[in-house]
């Protein structure tokens, strides 16, 4: 079980962001949701360093997947860890559209469904507020 400490420590590490799409808590109507990296399913621990905040979008695509498809390639790809990989490395902002940078980044945006067209146009609406991001 993950206790209450873990999850305010998660949601402090994070910045109160979403670890995957970085869409800000303040912006998004629901509650973001403390997520295992390794999805328990598979056995992955409720140790902070399997934990990531993540919004409810992107925590109900990921689901328990651990891998997705390279929509460039069709390679089957594991999905970016927010614990162990840079974020800049593996994506890219193209205004509000994010975009993949490697395998990783374009699998996990494809199974994320992190360009979904709400997304993007929140995305859209917050860059022209100048909040995001
Ligand atoms: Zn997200």
């Keep these: 079980m993950m206790d209450a400490e873990s999850r305010r420590y998660v949601r402090q590490r994070a910045g109160n962001r979403?670890?995957?799409c970085r869409m800000k808590q303040e912006f998004d109507e629901l509650v973001f949701q403390i997520e295992h990296i390794i999805p328990k399913k598979h056995h992955g621990s409720d140790g902070t360093n399997n934990?990531?905040?993540?919004?409810?979008?992107?925590n109900n695509h990921k689901g328990p997947n651990l891998t997705g498809l390279d929509p460039k390639t069709g390679a089957l790809t594991?999905?970016?860890n927010?614990?162990?990989d840079k974020w800049e490395d593996h994506f890219a902002w193209e205004e509000a559209?994010?975009?993949g940078r490697t395998p990783i980044g374009r699998a996990t945006i494809?199974?994320?469904a992190v360009n979904l067209s709400y997304r993007i146009e929140l995305r859209l609406a917050l860059?022209?507020?100048?909040v995001f991001p």
Aim: hydrophobic content about 45%; some cysteine.
């Design 78 to 80: 594991r999905l970016f």
């Design 18 to 20: 979403c670890e995957y």
């Design 127 to 130: 860059t022209e507020e100048g």
């Design 82 to 84: 927010p614990r162990t």
């Design 97 to 99: 559209l994010l975009v």
């Design 51 to 58: 934990l990531a905040l993540a919004c409810f979008s992107c």
């Design 110 to 112: 494809d199974v994320l």
